[in-house]
């Protein structure tokens, strides 16, 4: 496979893509959609037999993907994406005239975008990464995950369909598979102007790395890891103990725990830790094991179960069932707060259905907690709002630590939004200002702009008088549809 090729194809393509009007977009995204509609069964029963999961699963997940191409497609109509900002000149302003300068978001060129192994629809071929590089007006290299290869070969096709059939150039969409050398070639190609991966910690700090040390770095928006902790607090608990021991359980072993916003931490009161830990065990009793995605990832859950048994420090509420080749059971550890405190092994995450239940003595201990916590992508509040109002200071602190800020419900489930933000400080992601779920995702891939005293029939449709395309704009800092 001639990468060279690839790229100079998908750099061609970019010259011509980034200019289309965001009406031609969202048609070329909505034919994405409506090609995928038409192949649901195929889509659907391939992914179920790649994936071991359910079919209700896989289809709600192409639904959701279909959903997330429609939310990009009705932003591109909209426009108000790229931050149209417009300062008019003013010749008359002494001591010195005042330049016109407009300033709007543009594409930055080809992107390589990494499948995930957990989401072979959502977060794969024509999952959010692909599709907000694509809404950008980029064009994009996407490498096939292994864990699926005939889902993401097939969902491929369905894209490049799409691209043939709203007559933009091939080079707009490139699937390519391989090993881990192909990911590395990938990155370090000079025509690259951004990755985006979902993935383990390891992989996704490598490929940061190997974009870093290009001649030319270009960033790596990697989702990484997070063990969305939650923080439970006395009276609430008291008041509530059994529903959020079952609602707990049911989302630590939703899907096998194969959620990036799994909650694989919880943190519990002392003088409720025994009472929630028999609710927990007897809400364990109905959860049974589940086919993980792949033997790999099986084997390597219970590989992590076997490092953390030899720890003194954990007293095990529910050991695993004996090892299978490919289901797996829940499992969860209890641990007293200091030591958890003491090793950051403890915060790692093991995916798969496993938590750490961390016992606390007392508010003043959340505090030293807050401030150890590595960064997350969620963390949940279970407080009512008198404990919220007496621990402002932790949640000052916990605010640092996460993309998202919850005081009600799971962490798991995901809205695809306008709201959406899925990313946190790093290690969960490499860049905490940027979210790979919801509108938001899109100026990942596009870069300011300002254009100085251009000529009025040259400037870009956001930025003219008229605003033909009656988008939201900042015109003299003021935020307005009204022409100039």
Not at 34 to 60: F, W
Not at 276 to 287: D, I, P, Q, R, Y
Request: with cysteine; charged share 20%; aromatic share 8%.
């Amino acid at each position: 496979m001639n990468l060279d090729l690839i790229f100079s194809a998908a750099q061609e393509a970019f010259l011509s893509y980034k200019n289309l009007s965001g009406n031609r977009k969202a048609d070329f995204l909505e034919k994405i959609a409506e090609i995928l509609e038409e192949n649901r069964s195929a889509i659907v029963m391939m992914a179920v037999k790649e994936s071991n999961l359910p079919e209700g699963r896989i289809n709600g997940e192409l639904g959701r993907t279909t959903g997330q191409i429609k939310l990009f497609a009705n932003q591109l109509r909209e426009g108000s994406w790229v931050e149209a900002t417009i300062d008019p000149a003013d010749p008359s302003r002494a001591p010195l005239p005042k330049a016109d300068i407009r300033r709007m978001l543009i594409p930055i060129g080809p992107v390589v975008v990494f499948g995930a192994s957990n989401f072979p629809l959502a977060f794969s071929t024509a999952g959010g990464d692909t599709i907000s590089a694509l809404a950008a007006g980029c064009p994009v290299i996407y490498k096939g995950h292994p864990a699926h290869p005939d889902t993401s070969k097939f969902v491929g096709d369905c894209i490049s369909q799409a691209v043939s059939k709203s007559g933009l150039p091939e080079g707009v969409f490139t699937h390519v598979e391989g090993g881990v050398k192909m990911g590395q070639d990938l990155v370090k190609h000079p025509l690259a102007k951004a990755v985006a991966f979902t993935g383990s910690y390891g992989a996704g700090k490598s490929l940061f790395n190997i974009a870093s040390d290009r001649d030319e770095p270009i960033p790596v928006y990697a989702e990484m890891g997070s063990v969305n902790p939650v923080f439970t607090f006395p009276q609430r608990l008291t008041n509530e103990l059994v529903p959020m021991a079952q609602s707990y359980i049911s989302s630590l072993t939703l899907g096998a725990g194969q959620f990036c916003t799994n909650p694989g931490l919880i943190f519990v009161p002392k003088e409720l830790a025994s009472k929630f830990e028999n609710a927990v065990s007897e809400a364990l009793k109905g959860a049974a094991g589940s086919p993980m995605l792949h033997e790999g990832i099986a084997s390597s859950y219970y590989s992590a179960l076997d490092n953390l048994k030899m720890r003194s420090e954990l007293n095990w509420v529910k050991v695993p069932d004996a090892q299978h080749l490919i289901n797996v059971s829940p499992a969860l550890a209890e641990i007293k707060a200091a030591d958890w405190i003491a090793d950051d092994l403890f915060q790692q995450e093991v995916f798969g259905s496993f938590a750490l239940m961390v016992v606390y003595e007392n508010e003043a201990q959340l505090l030293e907690v807050a401030k150890k916590l590595h960064g997350q992508l969620t963390i949940t509040l279970w407080a009512d709002s008198s404990e919220l109002k007496a621990n402002t200071e932790l949640i000052n602190l916990l605010e640092e630590k996460c993309g998202r800020l919850l005081f009600t419900g799971v962490p798991t489930g995901v809205e695809v939004g306008y709201a959406m933000q899925h990313g946190g400080p790093f290690p969960s992601t490499t860049s905490a200002n940027t979210t790979s779920v919801g509108a938001h995702a899109i100026k990942r891939f596009a870069r300011p702009i300002a254009f100085q005293d251009m000529p009025a029939d040259l400037l870009p449709d956001a930025l003219k008088n008229d605003n033909p395309l009656g988008i939201t704009r900042q015109v003299n800092g003021k935020f307005t549809v009204e022409k100039i």
